[in-house]
Every structure is written in C-alpha cells, then in structure tokens.
Nanobody
Framework: QVQLVESGGGLVQAGGSLRLSCAAS????????MGWFRQAPGKEREFVAG????????YYTDSVKDRFTISRDNAAKTVYLQMNSLKPEDTAVYYC??????????????????WGQGTQVTVSS
C-alpha cells in the first residue's frame, strides 16, 4: 500500500512560480513511475507530467512544456513539480499518482493506482 501526500500549492500571481512536492510512504517508491495530474472545476482530470522510476525519462503535456519540470528523489521518496511562468489557466487541484505496473511514465489516469489527496493551485491574473 502506497500513501501519497502533496504539498506546496497556494495562490500566486500570473508569471510566478510554485514547487509542488509529493511524499510517498509504503511500497517501493523507486520502482514506480510517477505522474502529476490536475483537475480544474468542471473539467476532467488531465495528465500534466510523468517521470520514470529512475528519473531518466520525463514527459509533459504540451501546455506545460518549457514551464514545468518534474523530478524525483528516490532516497527521499518524493516527487516534485517545479512550475514556472504560471498562467491563470494552470489553476486546478494538482494530484500526484503512482503507477506500480510500469517503469515508464504513462499519460492515462487509468494507469495510475495510487493517488494523493490533491493540493490547490490558484493563479491570479
């Protein structure tokens, strides 16, 4: 059983930055691909970024490329999402998730079995 706890969300002005963290407990963190998803009010939960178990492979949705960076520290059992140049359309609840069946990041939310409770990110214009 894997527990995931996100932190680092908040209110920021457009153009600002935030760094989200997701701390894992239980399971074998270093063997899971990890992903960040987000869900805005009235919208489906969408993939934002993913990282392989080793950290060597990352993948981003087009709207965040060159602005967001996903990374992980397997010793600390933590995955991060550095978000720069934030836009109002980035406003959402951000979730981290663990994919126990793949070493490589997948974009489908159905691929991820473990989820955190989410952290709110609000970007004001």
């Amino acid at each position: 059983q894997v527990q995931l706890v996100e932190s680092g969300g908040g209110l920021v002005q457009a153009g600002g930055s935030l760094r989200l963290s997701c701390a894992a407990s239980g399971g074998t963190f270093s063997r899971y691909a990890m992903g960040w998803f987000r869900q805005a009010p009235g919208k489906e939960r969408e993939f934002v970024a993913g990282i392989s178990w080793s950290g060597g492979i990352t993948y981003y949705t087009d709207s965040v490329k060159d602005r967001f960076t996903i990374s992980r520290d397997n010793a600390a059992k933590t995955v991060y999402l550095q978000m720069n140049s934030l836009k109002p359309e980035d406003t959402a609840v951000y979730y981290c998730a663990a994919d126990q069946r793949s070493n490589y990041p997948r974009t489908s939310k159905q691929a991820y079995y473990y989820w955190g409770q989410g952290t709110q990110v609000t970007v004001s214009s």
